[in-house]
T-cell receptor, first 115, second 109 residues
Framework: GAVVSQHPSWVICKSGTSVKIECRSLDFQATTMFWYRQFPKQSLMLMATSNEGSKATYEQGVEKDKFLINHASLTLSTLTVTSAHPEDSSFYIC???????????FGQGTRLTVV | GQSLEQPSEVTAVEGAIVQINCTYQTSGFYGLSWYQQHDGGAPTFLSYNALDGLEETGRFSSFLSRSDSYGYLLLQELQMKDSASYFCAVMDSSYKLIFGSGTRLLVRP
């Protein structure tokens, strides 16, 4: 199957700083990638749809100025958590499908801890 | 609104069969998927149903009834390694995956 690589797998940052998470499709091109957030023992909540070459589409309740998404190429999308606060601590996961296929391939996830 | 309902927890013994149900209400529907997630890991794809009926993949099978907005995941010959969370997910008309709340499966010896 297709491979999606996410980096870093975990990060600890100080409150008020920004953190960038990368999501790469390694062996296919993805015009669309998705970013999810998951709190412990909860479901994956879709944050935004990342579109190559255009602005991301954010889900209701997600602050676009806080969670900056850039999809500069067909294989890379980045999520930047700006001015992070402890409540932003969570598991962030990206996914992509190969040519709009029905199977979503997930990155390894990034565990963010804001102290 | 969009919602997917599934049981929060299921417990079964090794070697048994377990069925995890999912009912959904979404804006647009392209198909129902199932994903497995072990603690601390990323979700992995198990199955996808676009049409009514049963899809079988080894020990796992998935069923869909579009008219009932209902599906289930069937796990046979349970193994300890099957202990994980299982999520149903609907691909809506925007090709977004909307996930259910997840079912934690505990397999006991």
């Amino acid at each position: 199957g297709a491979v999606v690589s996410q980096h870093p797998s975990w990060v600890i940052c100080k409150s008020g700083t920004s953190v960038k998470i990368e999501c790469r499709s390694l062996d296919f091109q993805a015009t669309t990638m998705f970013w999810y957030r998951q709190f412990p023992k909860q479901s994956l909540m879709l944050m935004a749809t990342s579109n190559e070459g255009s602005k991301a589409t954010y889900e209701q309740g997600v602050e676009k100025d806080k969670f900056l998404i850039n999809h500069a190429s067909l294989t890379l999308s980045t999520l930047t958590v700006t001015s992070a606060h402890p409540e932003d601590s969570s598991f962030y996961i990206c996914s992509a499908s190969d040519d709009g296929g029905t199977e979503a391939f997930f990155g390894q996830g990034t565990r963010l801890t804001v102290v | 609104g969009q919602s997917l309902e599934q049981p929060s927890e299921v417990t079964a013994v090794e070697g048994a069969i377990v069925q995890i149900n999912c009912t959904y209400q979404t804006s647009g529907f392209y198909g129902l998927s199932w994903y497995q997630q072990h603690d601390g890991g990323a979700p992995t794809f198990l199955s996808y149903n676009a049409l009514d009926g049963l899809e079988e993949t080894g020990r796992f099978s998935s069923f869909l009834s579009r008219s009932d907005s209902y599906g289930y995941l069937l796990l046979q010959e349970l193994q300890m390694k099957d202990s994980a969370s299982y999520f149903c997910a609907v691909m809506d008309s925007s090709y977004k995956l909307i996930f259910g709340s997840g079912t934690r499966l505990l397999v006991r010896p």
